[in-house]
């Protein structure tokens, strides 16, 4: 294990003159993501073609990542799997969470949460009828709102917006009191700070890799399933690979073993070797040490960027045990700002109405880079430079 985060700096290929504070969206290549993703291609796909399901072990590849990224979120082995998008892994989640706690009809979330896991709970809930609802309370509200009438909880641990961290331990601890399961959205908590889903007793958790795993655009999402419901979870997606016997081509769903059940179809070999790639970065360090670099990162950034841009509101909980792995800052001309940025190599991005995001990853930032940004930002915000036309066209992607 190590802590000399300029030496995994090292391992990325981080484009010259950027400073790179996105990573909490798309993280970016490992240098060894490219010769592998090649490998993959030429030698797997290319040489070996149909072979290359046994002979490189791509069949193997969702559950023997989804172990090394289980180590990153506190899980126990062989209780993580990958495959599909993250929006899927909602679903499959949920549906699993309302067929094992029938009597009740509610899944309570909260207005913080990303939307695409609330569309996805309001798509179930019509498919499974009237009765069923998603409630939504304000992110302080939640563990108010636990009561019998909810049949699982669905919450984003880390706020996308403002990184806002919710209580792990207490809210599972209340949901479990009132009978609720939980599922955790750990899109901005895994590779970002230290998740204990074993230990907080957490029935289900969800989580991209794309984000903070760097496994690229379109890289597979992982879904975890407490050993004590793995044999009882039945998959609403119930494709072929999470079959019991995928091959024998039965006519019959039967749920595979575990968590192996959670697979739908067939996976993204390709992506898979770029994160298999990345993992060999993320095998070197521990979740702890991250924590604690990462810390200090936003903490410098915070106060470098209130000591000089009065016009800045942080969004971000200045409590530790509250804060994720970004900051973020509220300014009506946001989106405009983002976009000077970024034509000055300060590379963070905007979120509706008013929120200018920014994302801290010790592996390649470090406190240089957060006194040089938040120098920029200085300069912008005192010249108004970001007062022009062109950085007001909204672009398809923010
Ligand atoms: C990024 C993110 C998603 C994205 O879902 P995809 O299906 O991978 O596009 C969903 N939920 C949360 C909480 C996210 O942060």
Redesign the pocket.
Known sequence: MTTDFAATRALFDLPEGVIYLDGN?LGPLPRAAAARVARTVTEEWGQMLITGWNKAGWMELPSRLGNRVGRLIGAEPGAVVLG???????YQALASSFEMNPARKVVLSDRG?????LYIAQGLCRTLGPEYQLKTVAPEEVLGALDETVAVMMI?EVD?RTGRRHDMAALTARAHEVGALTIW?L??SAGALPVEVARGGADFA???T??YLNSGPGGP?FIYVAPRHAEVARPALSGWLGHEAPFAFDLDYRPGAGVERMRVGTPPVIQLAALEASLDIWDQVEMADIRVASLALTDRFIAGVEATCPSLTLATPRDHAARGSQVSFRHAEGYAIMQALIARGVVGDFRAPDILRFGFTPLFINGEDVDKAAAIIAEVMAGDLWDRPEYKTRARVT
């Open positions: 969206s599909d998008t993250l929006s899927i892994k909602v949460n990303f939307p695409s896991d984003t996308y959205d899109a901005h969800v989580g991209c794309y984000k999402a």
